[in-house]
């Protein structure tokens, strides 16, 4: 369910206000009548799903451009990029060291 709401939220096509997606958040985690630790454990498996998303569509993104040569996609890399260095500030560094070391170099 939450790799379903991340790639609604996080749609590349749609950029919504990151206040718009923590309120969307908001309602689905209540709508679902979650306990505390429900709660917790659906938004921070939210959160990774936000980031195999974002790898997902910023692979497709430099793929589609370099090497199919389909330079429009090449528009949304900036997003995709901005969009990864965000949600790895936002997550445990400890639980992906590699990823944000190699983040925090761009």
Not at 87 to 100: E, F, H
């Amino acid at each position: 369910m939450q790799y379903d709401l991340a790639s609604l939220l996080m749609d590349p096509y749609v950029s919504l206000e990151d206040e718009v997606k923590e309120a969307l958040l908001a309602y689905t985690a209540a709508k679902l009548n979650l306990n505390p630790i429900q709660k917790t454990a659906f938004i921070r498996n939210y959160r990774f799903c936000c980031l195999t998303r974002n790898l997902q569509f910023l692979g497709a993104f430099a793929y589609l451009t370099r090497v199919k040569h389909k330079i429009n996609f090449e528009q949304y890399i900036p997003f995709a990029v901005n969009s990864l260095k965000n949600l790895v500030g936002d997550l445990n560094a400890d639980k992906i060291p590699k990823l944000s070391k190699l983040v925090h170099l761009m």
